[in-house]
């Protein structure tokens, strides 16, 4: 067991509130669990060197009201957390019908008993920073969006992480029948912070969630999160994750479609500049007959950064009729970058129709010359060539404005990337 | 479908019989003692002896690999005998005519009369029955060309400064678990040595055979090509019914130097239990072979048997514009599984490396394509294809895919695609429209999902190939 491990677990045992219960189950599961190291399969690329001593403040009140990035006629409902401490005052918020959104520190018993159904029902138990988010996150907020209710504004989670800073927070969402939502997960942050950060949705009967999640942390940050998605019959998800890397960046999202006829797309984008490390886990599993997957992963990776990517679909012996499709492509810049990617298939049900293919690669010669021979320069037909790569699953986001505020984002973050 | 599909599957293993063989066993058992028996009893040089010890010691503080996809109890080491060999062969036979005719008929059995293959297929087999090597033919003709092929046990004796230059040296005694087992008490295998630039004038095959109740075997094989040489090896086993689990842990080391060609192909054929699991070999076989400065190494199996397999034949791709290629079929059925792909480390410039692995699960098994694609920093413009397919037969069984792919060089390009599908109801309607019974549909689709890898195989051995996946298949469908 490594010190940090040590110490969360001391400063753990001493937590009361509501969630006591819970909390002490993961207690009990980290005290047993060993410290990962490279021999881990779930960690055999992604060093948790820099974290085993590290030790830093937790955040007791919101220091500064630091403003959230702004994201113009994105017209969000903003809940924003700087170092894991609300500096949004729930009650104030003008919520449209059938939404509400609720801390978790001060919860009902009406409001617990509604959490209760979300937390730890969606997201795997085997997760060793999962189960320090069970036991650490003291704050957190709980939607609920009633059955039939179509939100139109974008609620956006904003997590706000300063140097020398370690915070845990959660997010809870529990969809109704029929609802339609679209939440956004935005981290970012600069300077050397630890921070968990674990999302779980139950997506009701045809309902519909547009998901995003921004893991945009500086270089020296360390955040390990995943966002867990339990699918109702017949609902859709559509999903971006776009990751920075950071000194450990670590995200797990993984689906389940617990009843028949859901779709989940997914989309991800890494852009790893110099020395970062992304490292995206993925794991659909399909229980049920009849469910689609379809998910697409691109990276670029320049200068000495590393990127990770582990998919896995898993389709169980009833799900038959299964629709899953993988695609992992990635593009290496530089000579001292590196790419890691496992995309696997466990597959237990004889009708179905799965692939998965990976790719790592370089652009083209021929493409760099047939655009030079067009009058571009080396260096503007590479940034279009590697940029477009991307731009394609930038333009795939439902939302524009999003979409529009990150392209720039992307591409100024590409023009400083190191290639050869 | 599935009353004819039950039928096919009832069929019993074909090889499945027991020769009455006089055997000269070890007590079951492991420790120093009996690998100094092993050793003395092969006559070996005292330096032979000391590696075994070695890697006996590195083996006992070793621990069993568990990442594998495969359920079985755990092996008890202590209850196996590490030797076995034919009584009648302590004086070595001159000639098959001095063979048990035991042994003979045994080969009969498995439809590989030696005289007639001697002829007709030209193929030089050097014979392994349990432990010992009985006879090698064509010995003669391979020396014309100044070709080693010899029981490994007869090239440690006469040949032992090659030996010791490359034993160990693709697989150390150390590299995992089994390969230290089978460093610490192999008993035979196969020696191979192509001297520089000789192309050796026919396919070299060995036959495996596991016979004796309870006795491991463990193989070693050591394949040298010298530069600009080429050779093309052939293995197929086949093993009698038995009701206890075999263990069998093979090394297979393959040593291609500059601008040489080494063939290696592999028809496995193990008695892989009954339909409830019960019995069958446990396969755990470590092959790897390095390759410089452009030479070539291809592996190609078909892997039908055994109700373990474990086994991932690798190359190291170290030398300039080196190939490694690797064509497998796995077919398990009942309760077979199999864990098993290939590792290709791209260590020089321009390397490059093609794997297609077909993988076929019937009945209640389970089937794994496990395989590493490395791009070392050097690697520069090296390139690979993989593609990996499986293909499921029945809703009881299986098929898994981890493919490992691992790049730190910005100019080579790694391609990787997999896919998994099923036997479809408008395939076999088309073809039982046109006349074809259910069991001819199902193997004419089978057969066109593999050809990619057949048409690897060498002439020689794709009619035993095609053969014995006809038979696996009839009992495989379900």
């Known amino acids: ?420 | 479908m599935s009353e004819q599909i039950e039928q096919a599957i009832a069929r019993e293993y074909e090889a499945g019989f027991v020769s009455d063989i006089e055997s000269d066993t070890f007590e079951p058992g492991l420790d120093e003692d009996v690998i100094r028996r092993i050793s003395e009893m092969k006559q070996e040089p005292d330096w032979m002896l000391e590696w075994r010890l070695q890697a006996f010691r590195s083996w006992q503080k070793m621990a069993e690999p568990d990442w594998a996809k495969l359920g079985y109890e755990p092996i008890d080491y202590q209850t196996i005998s590490y030797y076995s060999a034919p009584k009648s062969m302590k004086d070595r036979p001159k000639s098959l005519a001095e063979v048990d005719p035991e042994l003979i008929r045994t080969y009969e059995k498995l439809g590989i009369p030696l005289h007639e293959q001697e002829m007709l297929a030209g193929v030089a087999v050097d014979v392994v029955f349990d432990s010992v090597s009985v006879v090698t033919t064509f010995r003669e003709k391979l020396a014309e060309s100044g070709v080693i092929f010899c029981p490994i046990s007869e090239a440690i004796r006469k040949y032992p400064e090659l030996v010791k230059k490359y034993l160990g040296t693709v697989v150390p005694r150390t590299d995992n678990f089994f390969a230290a087992l089978n460093s610490a008490v192999f008993t035979d295998g196969s020696f191979v040595y192509i001297p520089k630039g000789v192309r050796c004038p026919m396919e070299l095959s060995t036959y495996f055979r596991i016979n004796e109740l309870n006795t491991g075997q463990f193989e070693r094989t050591l394949i040298i090509a010298e530069e600009g040489s080429h050779v093309s090896y052939l293995e197929g086993c086949t093993a009698p019914m038995r009701d206890e689990n075999q263990l069998h842990a093979a090394v297979v080391e393959l040593v291609a130097l500059d601008d040489s060609e080494i063939k290696y192909s592999t028809v496995q054929n193990w008695y892989p239990g009954d339909e409830n699991g019960v019995g069958g070999i446990f396969n755990f076989v470590t092959k790897r072979g390095v390759a410089e400065k452009n030479a070539k190494i291809s592996w190609t199996q078909v892997e039908t048997g055994s109700a373990i397999t474990w086994k991932y034949p690798s190359c190291i791709l170290r030398g300039d514009n080196s190939v490694g290629e690797f064509y497998s079929v796995a077919l398990t059925r009942s309760r077979q599984q199999a864990d098993t792909g290939t590792k290709m480390i791209h260590l020089g410039k321009n390397t490059t490396s093609t794997i297609i692995s077909k993988g076929i699960s019937a009945g209640n098994s389970s089937n794994t394509y496990r395989g590493l694609v490395k791009m070392g920093p050097n690697a520069d413009g090296a390139r690979n294809f993989t593609e990996c397919d499986s293909l499921l037969i029945g809703d009881t069984c299986a098929a898994h895919t981890f493919p490992y792919i691992e790049s730190a060089n910005p100019t080579a390009i790694v391609e990787h695609e997999a896919t998994t599908s099923t036997v479809s109801d408008d395939q076999l309607f088309l073809c039982q429209q046109r006349g074809l019974d259910i069991e001819k549909a199902i193997s004419m689709i089978v057969n066109g999902f593999c050809k990619d890898v057949f048409k690897e195989l060498p002439m020689e051995f794709a009619v035993e190939a095609g053969k014995l996946l006809e038979i696996s298949l009839e009992g495989s469908v379900g």
């Open chain 1, 1 to 420: 067991m490594s010190q940090w491990l040590a110490n969360v677990i001391d400063r753990a045992s001493s937590v009361n509130d509501w969630l006591s219960p819970v909390r002490q189950e993961a207690l009990t599961r980290l005290k047993s669990t060993s410290w990962p190291t490279r021999r881990t399969e779930e960690w055999r690329y992604t060093s948790l060197h820099a974290l085993a001593n590290l030790t830093l403040n937790e955040a007791t009140n919101s220091k500064a009201l630091a403003e959230a990035p702004v994201v113009s006629n994105l017209n969000s409902i903003d809940i924003v957390f700087v170092d894991g401490v609300p500096a949004t005052d729930l009650t104030a918020l003008n919520l449209p019908a059938g939404l509400t959104i609720h801390s978790l520190a001060n919860a009902s018993e009406a409001i617990q008993q509604q959490a209760s159904k979300v937390f730890n029902q969606v997201k795997p138990d085997a997760h060793l920073f999962g189960l320090v988010n069970d036991a650490l996150a003291l704050q957190g907020v709980f939607i609920n969006v009633a059955a039939g209710v179509q939100l139109e504004q974008p609620i956006r989670v904003v997590n706000l992480v300063s140097a020398g800073i370690e915070s845990h927070n959660r997010v809870l969402v529990n969809l109704g029948a029929n609802a339609q939502a679209t939440i956004i997960e935005h981290g970012a942050g600069q300077g050397n912070s630890m921070n968990t950060a674990f999302a779980e949705y139950v997506i009701g009967t045809e309902a519909k969630l547009e998901h995003y999640r921004f893991a945009l942390h500086g270089e020296e940050a360390i955040h390990i999160g995943g966002c867990h998605f339990k699918m109702g019959e017949s609902s859709r998800l559509n999903s971006t994750i776009v990751g920075y890397g950071s000194q450990i960046s670590r995200i797990d999202t993984d689906v389940v479609h617990a009843a028949e006829h859901a779709l989940a797309k997914m989309n991800c984008i890494y852009l790893l500049g110099p020395k970062e490390h992304f490292d995206l886990h993925s794991l659909i599993e399909h229980v049920v007959p009849n469910g689609t997957t379809e998910q697409n992963a691109r990276g670029i990776v320049g200068d000495k950064a590393r990127a990770v990517f582990s998919g896995r679909i898993l389709i169980h012996r009833d799900a038959q009729k299964t629709l899953a499709e993988l695609h992992n492509r990635n593009l290496l810049m530089s000579r001292g970058a590196q790419i890691s990617t496992t995309p696997a298939l466990e597959i237990y049900a004889d009708d179905v129709q799965c692939a998965h293919g990976a790719t790592i690669a370089e652009i083209a010669e021929e493409d760099l010359y047939y655009l030079q021979a067009r009058g571009i320069s080396r260096k503007q037909a590479l940034i279009m060539l590697n940029f477009g790569f991307i731009q394609e699953l930038v333009s795939q986001m439902p939302n524009k404005a999003l979409a529009a505020w990150l392209e720039p984002l992307l591409r100024e973050r590409f023009a400083t990337m190191e290639s050869e």
